[in-house]
């Protein structure tokens, strides 16, 4: 893995974006370059559906900071899915490790012609590239911005609105400190992996290497020379049972340490003949996301279970909603039948809706799909193995 972290920082420079925001935006990226860790190498960007490169990582901070007061706002239309797709598919052909996206973005500009959301869900869920989001909260993007939001957090990144509820002074201050909290874990996470993955390499080398010293000792022609060092007299009965003796050690290790890689072997083949095959997985649902209207702060990742119950129970629940007393302790449930999803009422108190239509009986869901329990409005995405 390459030493250091490498975040490239799109900025949304759409005349869109509010005055108030702007200051935001400028405030923050000079507070984040001033006080960005040793370690932390920044690229600085405007985009449109393509990136618009105004400075490259290793630049100095005076760079950044005159490269910020220069960003101007003009009319255009922005893409955050195709500049963000392009992106990730750029650093995974080049194989490229420890790297992340800030988007300062308002939102207007989620949409895409090119990739259903589906795929750029998919894709970044798959990338090892987190994508954190500044959003630029403004009285008409709400909805663009949970776009934006779901976006972040499939990534395995996060979503920092710039509306705080106890004040907006040292805004810059707030936003930058959250960012590199988020991505410092990102960074710890990327590092134990990789340590587990070297353990795991290393293991695998040391029965290779102890397997290659039992077959030199179990060689005939070794045993052979051996016999004639002690009928020549180079050796004596003690000598040569030492070297049996160590022989026969290495041996029983070796055996020993053959058997736990077999057994590794044996476990990984049996996990991937458990897998179907890749004519099968097709249109396979991998992931399932739910995330409230409402509120793009409640957002519900999980994987895709044969039963998810909704409810308010912390106990019985596998997505809970306890804030609102509306929702039952099990309210409702999305089961799997083959590779479909149902979503049926748990006779709540207050019935289930879908689409806006109270259900009566077990109906398939589709991704897009808003279940509506209590005053809680859930869209649901599902996210496939395969495209």
């Known amino acids: ?34 006080n960005a860790p040793g370690t932390y190498d920044f690229a600085l960007a405007t985009y449109t559906g393509q990136t618009e490169l105004l400075v490259n990582y290793g630049s100095a ?13 003009v009319e255009k239309v922005t893409c955050l899915p195709d500049v963000v797709m392009h992106t990730v598919d750029d650093w995974r052909d080049a194989d490229f490790a420890m790297r992340s996206i800030l988007v300062f973005t308002d939102g207007l500009g989620t949409g895409s012609d090119t990739y259903p959301i589906e795929e750029v869900y998919f894709r970044l869920n798959e990338s090892a590239y987190p994508l954190y989001v500044i959003g630029l909260s403004q009285q008409t993007n709400e909805m663009p911005l949970r776009t934006a939001a779901s976006m972040a957090r ?32 990102a960074i710890e996470r990327a590092e134990k992996e990789e340590e587990e993955e070297h353990v795991m390499v290393a293991e695998d080398e040391t029965a290779a290497e102890t397997a290659a010293v039992s077959e030199e000792y179990e060689q005939p ?25 160590g022989a026969l050690c290495t041996g029983v290790l ?7 890689v077999l057994i590794r072997y044996l476990g990984r083949s049996k996990r991937k003949q458990a897998e179907p095959d890749v004519e099968s997985r097709v249109r396979r ?5 739910l995330e409230d209207l409402n509120d793009p702060m409640r957002f519900f990742h999980m994987p895709a279970s044969e039963r998810i119950v909704i409810g308010s129970d912390r106990a019985e629940a596998d997505v809970m909603i306890d804030h609102d007393e509306d929702v039952s302790d099990r309210h409702c449930e999305i089961a799997k039948h083959g590779e479909r999803y149902f979503i049926r009422d748990l006779k709540s108190d207050t019935g289930t809706l879908l689409n806006g239509e109270k259900l009566l009986s077990e109906t398939e869901l589709h991704s897009a799909d808003v279940i509506m329990v209590g005053r809680a409005k859930l869209m649901i995405r599902m996210l496939y193995a395969q495209q």
Request: aromatic share 8%; net charge negative; no cysteine.
């Open 154 to 185: 499939i990534s395995h990144g996060a979503f920092f609105p710039t509306d705080f509820e106890d004040s907006e002074a040292e805004v810059e201050r707030k936003l930058s400190e959250q960012v590199f909290a988020a991505m410092q874990k």
């Open 61 to 73: 901070k005076e760079d950044y900071l005159d490269a910020v007061d220069k960003i101007t706002y």
């Open 221 to 245: 022609e070794n045993l052979a020379t051996y016999e004639e060092e002690i009928s020549a007299g180079s050796l004596t009965r003690a000598e040569h049972g030492a070297i049996l003796y």
């Open 285 to 289: 649902i991998r992931e399932i996301t």
């Open 1 to 34: 893995m390459e030493h250091g972290y490498k975040t490239l920082i799109l900025v949304d420079n759409s005349a869109s974006v509010s005055i108030g925001n702007r200051e935001i935006v400028k405030e923050t990226l000079k507070y984040l370059i001033k």
């Open 254 to 260: 070796a055996v020993i340490l053959l058997l736990l």
